[in-house]
């Protein structure tokens, strides 16, 4: 699956993607970003939009 645009995901579809590559494969936000070429910002701002933040203690969107 193709995560660099993230501009393509509904937000919540994307929420559960994320949470999973970072429950599953990467240990921080930053890993996931590196790993999967995603732009941080626009991540970030995609699921704020939404309502979700990072949290880096679960190392999860909430």
Same mark, same amino acid.
């Given at each position: 699956m193709e995560l660099s645009n993230v501009n393509q995901f509904d937000p919540h579809i994307l929420l559960g993607i994320i949470n999973?590559?970072?429950r599953l494969e990467c240990? *921080? !936000?930053d890993d996931l970003v590196i790993t999967y070429e995603?732009? +941080?910002t626009h991540l970030?701002?995609?699921l704020e939009? *939404?309502? @979700?933040? @990072?949290? +880096? !203690?679960t190392?999860?969107?909430r």
């Open positions: 999973e590559k970072l240990h *921080s !936000l995603i732009e +941080p970030v701002e995609k939009d *939404s309502g @979700y933040r @990072y949290d +880096p !203690l190392n999860q969107f």
